[in-house]
T-cell receptor, first 113, second 113 residues
Framework: EAQVTQNPRYLITVTGKKLTVTCSQN?????MSWYRQDPGLGLRQIYY???????DKGDVPEGYKVSRKEKRNFPLILESPSPNQTSLYFC????????????FGEGSRLTVL | GEDVEQSLFLSVREGDSSVINCTYT??????LYWYKQEPGAGLQLLTY?????DMKQDQRLTVLLNKKDKHLSLRIADTQTGDSAIYFC?????????????FGQGTTLQVKP
């Protein structure tokens, strides 16, 4: 089954404790992206990757890092989480030529105390 | 800058038609999209329309595009309780070659039996 898998789905952590949210897709998509969803703000792009070893900042990259060492994986790293990073995070992927036709993961709800 | 606006809430009765509206700012957007988010799930692409089209119909869904007014609408005929979800409008900015989508805030559709 074609899917984008995120882990963990739910996480409560404390300020400053490094964490990684993993994302994996099985559709051989070149393009992958991370979004955060906050009430009243819709989805905002954090980082994106056009292909392996090619990553770039989205609209709200501060406090986040990503890597793309393999085509299927695109982890999101919070080196020192802060409460303003409490949010619902989505990973998405697509073929480069059809970048708007995104496949989304089920989301990771992160709470930073 | 690029911006997408939607009303936040719509309530209809089962069997009625629903119309969800969206305005966008980037006149060079090549594609416009509608995504659906069911409770606890990621976003799912519903439909999209190319900017040189006025209308697109897909079963119970009709998308209307008024490019002059930068207005997009999604009509759901014979709305069912299973249509209750958040609907996001998104544009693919023409100035961007990164595959980035700009999402609206989302419209929560409540369908009453």
């Amino acid at each position: 089954e074609a899917q984008v898998t995120q882990n963990p789905r739910y996480l409560i952590t404390v300020t400053g404790k490094k964490l990684t949210v993993t994302c994996s897709q099985n559709m051989n998509h070149e393009y992958m992206s991370w979004y955060r969803q906050d009430p009243g703000l819709g989805l905002r792009q954090i980082y994106y990757s056009m292909n392996v070893e090619v990553t770039d900042k989205g609209d709200v990259p501060e406090g986040y890092k990503v890597s793309r060492k393999e085509k299927r994986n695109f982890p999101l790293i919070l080196e020192s989480p802060s409460p303003n990073q409490t949010s619902l995070y989505f990973c998405a992927s697509s073929f480069t030529g059809r970048a708007g036709e995104l496949f989304f993961g089920e989301g990771s709800r992160l709470t930073v105390l | 800058g690029e911006d997408v606006e939607q009303s936040l809430f719509l309530s209809v009765r089962e069997g009625d038609s629903s119309v969800i509206n969206c305005t966008y700012t980037d006149s060079s957007s090549t594609y416009l999209y509608w995504y659906k988010q069911e409770p606890g799930a990621g976003l799912q692409l519903l439909t999209y329309i190319f900017s040189n089209m006025d209308m697109k119909q897909d079963q119970r869904l009709t998308v209307l595009l008024n490019k002059k007014d930068k207005h997009l609408s999604l009509r759901i005929a014979d709305t069912q309780t299973g249509d209750s979800a958040i609907y996001f409008c998104a544009e693919s900015p023409g100035s961007s070659n990164t595959g980035k989508l700009i999402f609206g805030q989302g419209t929560t559709l409540q369908v009453k039996p």
